[in-house]
Structures are given as structure tokens and as C-alpha cells.
């Protein structure tokens, strides 16, 4: 199983990113996609995560600026983030749990002017 994330960079305050998360080898229905982050010298947070349904959680810090999807027949989970802040720098991973925990490796997102 391999899931690779993408679209991390730098930006400015007020700039977006979309993040990207494929996965390979998983071959029973994915229930829940999802994304955290960590930042330095902190403990790795949920940010948004999806059912299968469509249903979607999000942390308060990025309610209104973040928008979890999915698309279910490529098995892949994006995450749109607009309203970029200081803050939201950190490493950003993808999560699949299908039936197990699978990881990304992690896309670095860092804002600042």
C-alpha cells in the first residue's frame, strides 16, 4: 500500500495550496480519507477528514478555509486550503483507514511573508 502526497509549498499570508493524496494497492472500499499536520515541537492534529459517504469533520482553526474531498473511484483525497496563515505551516499527511491506518509521508506546507 502506498499513498503519495503532493502539493505542499511556501506561500504568503492569505495564498492557498491544494493538497493531493493518491494511493496504490488498497484493494477493499476506503471508509474514511483524511488529512493531519504537525508542526514543529507540536502533536500531529487532525485537520479534515471525509467518509466514503461524503460526510466531512473539520478542526476549528480551518473551518471556512479548508475543504476536504474525494474521489472515490481513484482513491485519492484533496484538500483545499485557502486563507493560508502563519500557523498553518507545518507537515501535512494523508490518512486512509481501509481497514487499517495507512500514512503518507507527509508534504510540507509553510506560510510566511
Known amino acids: 500500500v502506498q499513498l503519495q502526497a503532493s502539493g505542499g509549498g511556501s506561500v504568503q499570508p492569505g495564498g492557498s495550496l491544494r493538497l493531493s493524496c493518491a494511493t496504490s494497492g488498497i484493494l477493499v472500499s476506503i471508509s474514511l480519507m483524511g488529512w493531519y499536520r504537525q508542526a514543529p515541537g507540536k502533536e500531529r492534529e487532525l485537520v479534515a477528514r471525509?467518509?466514503?459517504?461524503?460526510?466531512?469533520d473539520y478542526a476549528d482553526s480551518v473551518k471556512g478555509r479548508f475543504t476536504i474531498s474525494r474521489d472515490n473511484a481513484k482513491n485519492t483525497v484533496y484538500l483545499q486550503m485557502n486563507s493560508l496563515q502563519p500557523e498553518d505551516t507545518a507537515v501535512y499527511y494523508c490518512h486512509v483507514l481501509a481497514p487499517f491506518d495507512y500514512w503518507g509521508q507527509g508534504t510540507q506546507v509553510t506560510v510566511s511573508s
Open positions: 471525509i467518509m466514503r459517504g461524503g460526510s466531512t
